[in-house]
């Protein structure tokens, strides 16, 4: 920690002068001043009783780079370092005082999804926005679920984002506009950001999708299946039930779409266990209330998440029912009726991978 009380008036680690006196201004226990010719002056808890705050086997990362957020969000207002809410039992790395406050989080330690949750609570109970800045550990880790549940957030101009503090660089390197391709793979663009007006600018570079490669998807399954991989389990199930094949997908399934990063085992694999479902109703009309009931169920079976840590994926689902509805009506598989669509007939499902191969391959010529 970098602020310490003493003679009660909080003192800052770089002014402190060694003394016997300093405590937590959290906890009120005593604190010791470290400072030496490499490293920068914190003050750390003389012995881990029960402080609330305490965030002990502090790096110097996280010294260093609380010093540099607090001078980087200082044009946004007047930044307090450490800033202790009493109310919600937390303590900010950087507090930016501004109409709509900002919490600022230079989180360097392992933290796991709930304690994530319960800070962001508690910031939005005092009406604090929570920026959650990344250090190395998380930079090193793949950009996946876990780290989009914690941590991804909306931010204008940028889409949905990550971000991590540079140390070295006294920079946020930015992961924005996170995404998940039709096969689920995750998707991202990266920008260095140096300045607080960069990072109001929102993104400037033009952003491009590289479309999926639906023949080695489909190779790709195919080869997961015969490895029994324990994720595709349920799905083969499932469809197997309908006499299909999931690498056997009908090309009328397929679509160049992204999603937002929560959509499980991806956009494809959810239209074909949603597509076998919608196709075994033949002769009756398909509702709104049973498309839904269906897309929901799908998207459980596919590992998606209708909630993440900061952000939601109703809408996103509602959107892709609606899109394979519409992809479905313009190849002609169904027909929109009054209450609902009928269907017209069914997209040809291959029975195998090396059947569609086979037949793609006649069909290419
Ligand atoms: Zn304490």
Redesign the pocket.
């Known amino acids: 920690m970098l602020i310490a009380l003493v003679e009660q008036k909080l003192v800052d680690a770089k002014d402190a002068a060694r003394c016997d006196d300093y405590c937590?201004?959290?906890?009120?226990?005593t604190?010791i001043l470290h400072h030496g010719t490499r490293v920068q002056p914190y003050f750390a808890?003389k012995s881990l009783?029960d402080?609330?705050?305490?965030t002990e086997g502090e790096t110097q990362q996280h010294v260093v780079g609380k010093r540099q957020l607090a001078k980087f969000f200082r044009g946004w207002g007047p930044v307090t370092l450490e800033k202790i809410l009493p109310e919600i039992q937390q303590r900010a790395d950087c507090w930016v005082a501004r109409a709509h406050p900002v919490a600022v989080e230079f989180q360097c330690s392992p933290i796991n999804a709930e304690q994530v949750a319960q800070r962001t609570a508690g910031y939005r109970q005092l009406g604090v926005y929570p920026c959650w800045l990344l250090g190395e550990r998380f930079g090193r880790q793949k950009i996946g679920w876990s780290l989009i549940d914690r941590f991804a957030s909306p931010l204008r101009g940028w889409g949905l984002c990550l971000l991590f503090w540079d140390v070295g660089r006294q920079q946020i390197r930015l992961v924005h506009h996170l995404y998940q391709d039709a096969t689920g793979t995750y998707g991202f663009w990266q920008s260095w950001v140096s300045s607080l007006a960069e990072l109001e600018a929102g993104n400037q570079r033009r952003l491009w999708v590289p479309p999926i490669n639906v023949r080695q998807f489909r190779r790709d399954l195919d080869q997961k299946l015969l490895r029994a991989t324990p994720a595709l389990r349920p799905l083969q199930e499932t469809l197997y039930l309908h006499g299909h094949h999931l690498a056997g997908f009908p090309a009328a399934f397929v679509t160049q779409h992204v999603t937002l990063p929560l959509f499980g085992q991806g956009l494809l694999v959810w239209r074909a266990i949603v597509g076998a479902w919608i196709f075994s109703l033949r002769g009756e009309v398909l509702t709104p209330a049973t498309l839904g009931r269906l897309a929901e169920e799908g998207f459980a079976l596919i590992g998606g998440h209708l909630q993440a840590g900061r952000f939601s994926g109703t809408a996103e689902l509602a959107r892709a029912q609606r899109d394979f509805m519409a992809d479905l009506t313009v190849a002609g598989a169904v027909i929109k009726v009054k209450d609902g669509w009928q269907i017209n007939a069914e997209p040809q499902w291959a029975t195998d991978y090396t059947t569609w191969l086979k037949n793609d391959e006649k069909k290419l010529g």
């Open positions: 937590c201004p959290a906890c009120q226990q604190v808890h009783g402080c609330a705050v305490a």
